[in-house]
Antibody, heavy 118, light 109 residues
Framework: EVQLVESGGDLVRPGGSLRLSCTAS????????MSWVRQAPGKGLEWVAG????????FFAESVKGRFTISRDNAKNSMYLQMNSLRVEDTAIYYC???????????WGQGTLVTVSS | DIQMTQSPSSLSASVGDRVTITCQAS??????LNWYQQKPGKAPKILIY???SLEIGVPSRFSGSGSGTDFSFTISSLQPEDVATYYC???????????FGGGTKVEIK
């Protein structure tokens, strides 16, 4: 069974940093694209970033480019999102998602909440 | 960037009704469109990919159609367990972008 578990969400001040993790199980992790998609409270979905299985390609939404980085450790079946220069508008539930390509999300975790507030 | 307009933003229908949601892209996106279902308090779930292909395990009452700029998603016979918010999602390869529609909240009348 495919399982994705996010962790690392917290309350952080504007301008601060946070690192999210996604731990996967139940499938050959290195064979899949992994992505982050977020959802502000009561709002719709927003794609954040995606990383290819071998890390060769990484894509970012314009809203986070230059502030967020994405990485993965296939030996640990884990993906990470390093978030710097956080803004109030980055407040959201951050979902980890799997896909056979960067634009397709066939399994999702349950999300981790990031709150940016002073 | 390509804009996506999803409508309606909400709807209420009776059990057994046929329900249709539309998404319109501001430019031709071929068939680069997926549909997701998100039940309250849960993560989204893929239902339809490439505009009209049904994901494995998804009931056949769900369907998608369209190409170019105009797309539709249909529930042929609404069931109580279909109460959810539905999102369309387009993607472009150059530049690499993913955009979700604003969502349609489906309720039972």
């Amino acid at each position: 069974e495919v399982q994705l578990v996010e962790s690392g969400g917290d309350l952080v001040r504007p301008g601060g940093s946070l690192r999210l993790s996604c731990t996967a199980s139940g499938f050959p992790f290195g064979n899949y694209w992994m992505s982050w998609v977020r959802q502000a409270p009561g709002k719709g979905l927003e794609w954040v970033a995606g990383i290819q299985g071998d890390e060769y390609e990484k894509f970012f939404a314009e809203s986070v480019k230059g502030r967020f980085t994405i990485s993965r450790d296939n030996a640990k079946n884990s993906m990470y999102l390093q978030m710097n220069s956080l803004r109030v508008e980055d407040t959201a539930i951050y979902y980890c998602a799997r896909g056979w390509d960067w634009y397709f999300f066939d399994h999702w975790g349950q999300g981790t909440l990031v709150t940016v507030s002073s | 960037d390509i804009q996506m307009t999803q409508s309606p933003s909400s709807l209420s229908a009776s059990v057994g009704d046929r329900v249709t949601i539309t998404c319109q892209a501001s430019q031709d996106i071929n068939n680069y469109l997926n549909w997701y279902q998100q039940k309250p308090g849960k993560a989204p779930k893929i239902l339809i990919y490439d505009a009209s292909s049904l994901e494995i395990g998804v009931p056949s009452r769900f369907s998608g159609s369209g190409s170019g700029t105009d797309f539709s998603f249909t529930i042929s016979s609404l069931q109580p367990e279909d109460v959810a918010t539905y999102y369309c999602q387009l993607y472009t390869k150059v530049p690499p972008r993913v955009t979700f529609g604003g969502g349609t909240k489906v309720e039972i009348k």
